[in-house]
């Protein structure tokens, strides 16, 4: 298998183990009224510490956002009781919101221990593998700069027992992905907007501007921001077209791909740590920890 294969099997895993701690996040999404975004936003805040967090460290890791939206989401944590302003647009966790955090991590960490499917020695071994790339690519050279996975290295809890162990190793390596990707595109000049936009018309072929309005209205971005992202694409010759039909040109194309191209040079580069026989050992065990996985689900949910 292939290095765009065997990332393939390993996030089809963690979305498997996922599936298993969710339950965990739509009971406490109850219990505090909270929703399983503004949980992960206290999650990222936890690991930013020391520092305060503010709309700017939110943004390194997903700058097509709005710093307004992000702004809205800690202050509205505020409003919860669970985070702090503790300077003008500066938040920390409380008491409560650290509670909340760590009943979250040790509720979903042990739904993974009790769905683990492989015997301990493999689950075991399977963690070894993940750990070994994710220091491989922790002690990788840059491009890319280590932020997003330093970060989610922070949550790492000890290998025994191991799924929780592997969940985070894939988390660690989803963060690296985005490491690779930012490093793969800031250097040319284009915004974040212009970027997402092209990817989307990039991934589809063809959409409209009301269209990528829409699809993109999560970010919290007026629609006049989208307009100006477009402006720059056709100014730089990747689109054409009319508003209601933006197509690729050649030019537009190119510079995608090349985008991607340099996303998967950086973030595959440590994968060359592994021998054949471990590829092939991590592939033989992901593949069996996925379909042990997804075999169990109906039986969490009928027990419920």
């Not at 301990?120 to 840059?142: H, I, M, T, Y």
Request: net charge negative; charged share 25%.
């Amino acid at each position: 298998m292939n290095n765009h294969g065997l990332w393939n099997l390993t996030r089809e895993t963690g979305s498997a183990i996922a599936a298993h701690y969710r339950p965990v996040i739509e009971k406490l999404a109850e219990k505090s009224e909270l929703d399983g975004r503004s949980l992960s936003l206290l999650l990222a805040v936890l690991t930013l510490e020391p520092d305060n967090t503010t709309p700017s460290h939110l943004l390194v890791r997903d700058p097509y956002s709005s710093a307004e939206l992000f702004f809205a989401r800690l202050a509205s944590a505020d409003r919860s009781g669970f985070l702090g302003e503790v300077a003008p647009g500066e938040f920390r966790l409380t008491p409560e919101g650290r509670a909340l955090v760590q009943r979250f991590v040790e509720e979903a960490r042990q739904a993974m221990v009790d769905a683990d499917p492989l015997a301990a020695k493999e689950s075991r071994r399977l963690a070894e593998l993940l750990r070994k790339l994710v220091n491989q690519s922790l002690d990788a050279p840059p491009p890319p700069n280590r932020w997003s996975i330093g970060l989610s290295y922070k949550l790492m809890p000890p290998m025994d027992p191991p799924l929780p162990y592997t969940e985070q190793c894939i988390s660690c390596m989803a963060a690296y992905r985005d490491d690779a990707h930012l490093a793969a595109w800031r250097g040319t000049g284009l915004s974040a907007t212009a970027l997402e936009t092209l990817t989307l018309i990039w991934r589809d072929q063809r959409a409209s501007l009301t269209e990528l309005a829409r699809l993109l209205s999560h970010r919290g971005h007026a629609p006049q921001v989208y307009v100006d992202a477009v402006d720059e694409l056709e100014k730089l010759g990747y689109l054409q077209g009319l508003d209601d039909n933006l197509a690729l040109t050649e030019k537009g194309q190119k510079f995608r791909d090349r985008v991607e191209a340099d996303t998967d040079k950086y973030f595959f580069s440590p994968w060359g740590c592994f021998t054949e026989g471990e590829r092939n050992e991590l592939e033989r065990l992901l593949s069996r920890a996925r379909d042990g996985l997804l075999t169990k689900i109906p039986e969490i949910e009928n027990s419920s």
